[in-house]
């Protein structure tokens, strides 16, 4: 089966740097790959997804880059705040038509940026 | 406003006791998702439903039983087979056929047992 290997665990920043995250993912066959948010106390939420038709997607000061060769994709905050500050968690998929798409996501191990002011 | 709820936010319960954590989505989704949250180990998915009276064991279901008697509501037990029960627990909803796959997180059930 699946499984995503994420890196760093933790990651600290000054305001105003750049932070990146990378996942790496073992089957050939996933096909979507999104990243989740997750505030102290609270549930994920989604703040980006790709599939593997693209190479990038941009939205504001996130981005997240896919490699379908290395099997590997990364998240990019550029401009990072303290409001950045939470647990990331990458996760990969494989989207089928229909009813035979189970919507089952494998996740990695989560990363906890802190954005220092 | 639509949304899924689960409740309690945090529960404590005694070795040896069955408990029941619970899952209400509006959102008219069809498959619903729970997943335990441990710390350096990100979320597994315990048990997924994607229609209703119908549902199959994630990665981690041993010691945990589910029902999806209704569309709504997606009801997770924790036994007392269940060897280490004190976690974060959440609960997330799809739509499958929607063309959109991202999954609607709750806020958490946060369960200790002493």
């Known amino acids: 089966g699946e499984n995503v290997e994420q890196h760093p665990s933790t990651l600290s920043v000054q305001e105003g740097d750049s932070a990146v995250i990378k996942c790496t993912y073992s089957?050939?066959?996933?096909?979507?790959f999104p990243w989740y948010k997750q505030e102290l106390g609270k549930g994920p939420q989604l703040i980006i997804d790709?599939?593997?038709?693209?190479g990038e997607k941009k939205d504001q000061r996130i981005a997240v880059t896919l490699n379908k060769t290395a099997k590997h994709f990364s998240l990019h905050i550029t401009e990072t705040q303290p409001e950045d500050s939470a647990v990331y968690f990458c996760?990969?998929?494989?989207?089928?038509?229909?009813?035979?798409?189970?919507?089952?996501?494998?996740f990695g191990q989560g990363t906890t940026l802190q954005v220092k002011p | 406003d639509g949304g899924i709820t689960q409740s309690p936010k945090y529960l404590f319960r005694k070795e040896g006791q069955n408990v029941t954590l619970s899952c209400e989505q509006n959102l008219n989704h069809d498959a619903m998702y729970w997943y335990r949250q441990d710390p350096g180990q990100g979320l597994r998915l315990i048990y997924y439903?994607?229609?209703?009276?119908?549902?199959q064991k994630g990665d981690i279901a041993e010691g945990y039983s589910v029902s999806r008697e209704k569309k709504e509501s997606f009801p997770l037990t924790v036994t007392s087979a269940q060897k280490n029960p004190t976690a974060f627990y959440l609960c997330?909803?799809?739509?499958?056929?929607?063309?959109?796959?991202?999954?609607?997180f709750g806020p958490g059930t946060r369960l200790t047992v002493t």
């Open positions: 439903s994607q229609i209703v009276n119908d549902f």
């Open positions: 997330a909803s799809t739509n499958r056929t929607s063309g959109t796959y991202e999954q609607y």
């Open positions: 089957d050939s066959a996933s096909n979507y």
């Open positions: 996760a990969a998929t494989s989207l089928e038509h229909g009813s035979s798409n189970t919507g089952k996501l494998i």
């Open positions: 790709i599939r593997s038709n693209v």
